[in-house]
């Protein structure tokens, strides 16, 4: 048996899963995002309490998920968008705290290596997890092991400028017209990492529905956004959804010229919408170095489930 503990949003998820991958046990409680001292006490509980249900004990091998990255040089974490974790020694405390059986893992790398393991991306040499959610992240895993990256930043980019967002549109059949008066109505936008106009703040859900109130003043949801069909939407939301699927294609459009991965994984919430499936294969092309294409974009096998199980995994 192996235990895997997800930070991501707002609930701490815990499982047991056995040698297989199968999940024996599986809970989630709130998550005290408020406070540091709170989540450790909450984390450390949360196992005590797997390890109760199911006979398991303090040997029993961990992996945690968690936001950001840790910085073994300095023993604190950083670049977490849950930011009372940034500057603390979590891995440090985690071990005093339950031994040092304890991995850590960004979550984002988590999902992609459950994915890669034994989920969407199983069998291929080179997979990368993009995250779309309340954030956009990402995990590339290479030969079934996390590319880490000299400074922990691998897969990270929900945090690289938004592709085009200045310039003049590549698409076809008179899109680009359309596409360029959606861009130009569109603010810079601060990101919380200190800079302007990252992929995240744009393709995340909060970006979507900011981008809808910004073209149209729609105060939707990015669910609502995409909630009914291209048959049955609006004008605008027809528009919308195949603006945001552009957008989408650009960004990961530099991932792949970079890794050219095997299998693309999508995460998150977003990665529910049919549509992306549907538009990614036909819209990446445009953006890529040639138009020879045969990654394949899936949504996750273990949906909301991959980024615990890959913390978990975190013991091979």
Known sequence: MRIGIDLGGTKIEGVVMAADGRL???????????SYAAIVAAITALVV???D?????????????TPGAWVAERSAMKNCNSTVLNGQPLLLDLQRALGERVRMAN??????????????????????????GTGVGGGLVVDGAILH???????????????????THAAQDGESTVFDAMRG?????????????????????????????????????????????????????VNLQA??????????????????PD?????????????????????????LFNAEFSTKILPPTHGDSSGVRGAAWLWD
């Open 263 to 287: 299998v693309v994984v999508l995460g998150g919430g977003l990665s529910a919408q049919r549509l992306l499936y549907e538009q990614l294969p036909v819209l990446l092309p445009r953006y």
């Open 49 to 51: 309490q797997l390890q």
């Open 149 to 167: 990256g000299a400074n922990r930043n691998a897969g990270e980019w929900g945090h690289t400028p938004m592709a085009y967002l200045r310039h």
């Open 243 to 260: 603006f945001y699927c552009d957008l989408l294609a650009q960004s990961l459009a530099q991932v792949l010229n970079l890794f050219d």
């Open 185 to 237: 109505k569109l603010a810079d936008r601060a990101c919380y990492c200190g800079r302007q106009n990252c992929v995240e703040t744009f393709l995340s859900g909060p970006g979507l529905a900011k981008t809808a109130f910004e073209l149209f003043g729609a105060t939707l949801t990015a669910e609502e956004v995409f909630a009914t069909t291209a048959a049955g939407a609006s004008g605008d939301l």
């Open 24 to 34: 024996l046990e599986r809970l989630r409680v709130p998550s005290p995002s408020h």
């Open 53 to 65: 249900r199911v006979g398991a004990d303090e040997r029993t091998p961990l992996g945690i998920g």
């Open 107 to 132: 979550d984002a790398n988590c999902f992609a290596l459950s994915e890669a393991i034994d989920g969407a991306g199983a069998g291929a040499s080179t997979v990368f997890g993009a995250i779309l």
